[in-house]
């Protein structure tokens, strides 16, 4: 049996290990993880707390004098091991087998050689402040399902060398607008612009259009600033259009232009004939010949 002495330790310690817990689940109560806006996961309660205290004599506690505490507690069904600094950081091993290690202050982990993380099931991380990953070698990234990066700010991507964007399927650039800074901008397949398609300068050998086509004087500093307004159908320009070839118009309509070697088949026909007033009547005279 226990001596008086024995027993009134065991008290004692008890009473210790109670203070300390109100003081410990104060320090819970006040600094209790609950993620702003997201609700996925908070820190466990521990399975000892004033309101369900350990049972006597199942829980075994070691206390220094500046207040640091290791606690193994076989309570039935609350079984847990606590190591707890005076400082309101500690290691708590709960019955289920969860573990929670909550840090007052800073926290620092160095690894001298690999280190290997498993996670079975979702890994939740937030930041409140600001994050930094800096890799000094190479990083890979392997992503079985989809990725989702949501930016509520500005995002910025920059490569000293080469950048590379590629897709099996579809790849879609999608904003209010879309600016590329480049000095040359290859395609190697077909572009196809739903909309307008404004350049100060198209070399192609094929420039197809299913409405109009429109070129115009704009300002110097910013060409496309002040042009004329494309019409409809048709090609107009208010400077010059050059063809080492043909321009071809069978139906098309030519105001003040100039030419050094031109043929006009139909209007040419048309000019280069006279008019017959009546059946068998006198000749009128020749229309003037097209120049």
């Not at 707890?84 to 500690?90: A, C, Q, Y």
């Not at 050689?113 to 930094?132: A, F, P, Y």
């Not at 159908?233 to 309509?253: E, K, R, Y």
Request: glycine share 10%; with cysteine; aromatic share 4%.
């Amino acid at each position: 049996m226990a001596t008086n002495e024995e027993i009134e330790n065991l008290l004692l310690k008890e009473n210790i290990a109670a203070d300390n817990l109100r003081r410990i689940q104060d320090i819970d109560d006040r600094s209790l993880y609950r993620p702003e806006n997201d609700n996925s996961w908070t820190e466990p309660e521990s399975a000892a707390s004033t309101k369900n205290p350990p049972k006597y004599p199942y829980n075994n506690i070691t206390q220094s004098k500046s207040g640091h505490v290791f606690e193994m507690d076989d309570t039935p069904r609350r079984e847990r091991i606590r190591i707890h600094h005076r400082s309101g950081t500690f290691i708590e091993m709960h019955p289920n087998g969860d573990e929670v290690h909550k840090i007052e202050g800073d926290g620092y982990e160095i690894i001298a050689r690999n280190k290997n993380v498993l996670i079975s099931g979702v890994c939740n991380i937030t930041i409140k402040g600001d994050s930094i990953l800096h890799v000094e070698g190479n990083r890979t990234e392997l992503v079985d399902g989809n990725y989702n990066l949501v930016v509520k700010g500005d995002y910025s991507l920059v490569g000293k060398q080469t950048v590379t964007l590629g897709s099996k399927d579809k790849l879609s650039l999608k904003g209010d607008l879309l600016s590329l800074k480049t000095g040359t901008l290859n395609v190697s397949g077909d572009l196809n612009v739903d909309g307008a398609l404004e350049a100060y300068t198209i070399g192609t050998v094929r420039l197809d259009a299913r409405a109009g086509i429109g070129c115009g004087v704009g300002d110097p500093g910013n060409p496309l600033k002040g042009r004329l307004p494309t019409p409809p159908t048709g090609i107009f320009s208010a400077t010059t259009v050059t063809a080492l070839l043909a321009v071809a118009a069978p139906l098309g309509t030519f105001g003040l232009m100039s030419s050094i070697l031109m043929t006009d088949t139909i209007n040419t026909a048309l000019h280069n004939c006279h008019i017959h007033v009546g059946f068998k009547g006198p000749t009128g005279p020749p229309i003037p010949r097209m120049i």
